[in-house]
């Protein structure tokens, strides 16, 4: 879990397949910026520009490696970084951790893309377009986290929502190497997807099969006297 404010900016060193006869996942290695180190052990997990990967390797020089698998790959804009692209990075939450944006699970939903960028007094105004198949979850003053940053939707149209970056987020993330056509890893707001299922589970009918718990059903099982 984590929390869409972003620790640090780091860079690919490399992203190659896992296994000689080509297998499919890929290992990932990054340049971890100033990501604080000190504490990290093999298999902590780290948001990287918003996905949450396992940590397999690192070195004396603040390289840190993961094993992106194929699903990630298909699924999130991973598989299109090259070397020297920059990503977003946050380490997991713990309970000391100050939660300053919303939860985040770092299990992308899909790829957006940047529609537009327009100045706006010192920020920055982005247009942002998300699958069809995730438009009902924007909600305007609700929050949606964009390759890992935690932000909050202005405006919303269909499928596309606009998001405001003050000038600190600008800087101390990869926004500043934004661009229209941009591809972006999107994940919605965690609650309104748990939200979502239990009404579904609301809205079907019982289950006539399924022992139902009533007084009958407690005397016959020895919980209840007649």
């Known amino acids: 879990m984590f929390t869409g404010i972003v ?8 992203l190659e397949p896992c296994h000689a006869d080509g297998g499919h996942d890929k290992r990932l290695w990054l340049q971890m910026g100033v990501l604080d180190l000190s504490s990290l052990k093999l298999g902590d997990s780290i948001a990287v520009s918003g996905a949450c990967l396992t940590v397999v390797a690192s070195n004396q020089q603040g390289h840190c490696a993961f094993d992106v698998s194929e699903e990630s790959l298909v699924k999130t804009a991973l598989g299109q970084l090259r070397v020297g692209d920059a990503v977003n ?11 300053g944006g919303h939860l985040v699970s770092g299990h992308v939903d899909a790829v957006g893309q940047v529609v537009a960028l327009e100045p706006k007094a010192r920020s920055m105004q982005v247009l942002v377009r998300v699958p069809e198949h995730l438009a009902h ?7 949606i986290t ?6 909050t939707i202005n405006a919303k149209q269909e499928a596309t929502c606009t998001v405001n970056i003050v000038p600190h987020t600008q800087v101390a993330t990869t926004v500043k190497n934004w661009q229209v056509g941009y591809k972006i ?4 707001d965690l609650l309104a997807r748990y939200i979502e299922s239990i009404l579904e589970g ?18 016959a099982h020895g919980f209840a006297s007649e």
């Open 7 to 14: 620790e640090a900016v780091g860079s690919v060193l490399g």
């Open 89 to 99: 990075l946050e380490t997991a939450l713990t309970l000391q951790k100050p939660l």
């Open 137 to 143: 979850y924007l909600a305007v003053k609700g929050s």
């Open 146 to 151: 964009l390759d890992g940053i935690s932000l």
């Open 185 to 188: 890893n999107v994940e919605v």
């Open 202 to 219: 609301c809205s079907k009918p019982a289950n006539p099969s399924k022992p139902q718990l009533t007084q009958a059903f407690l005397q």
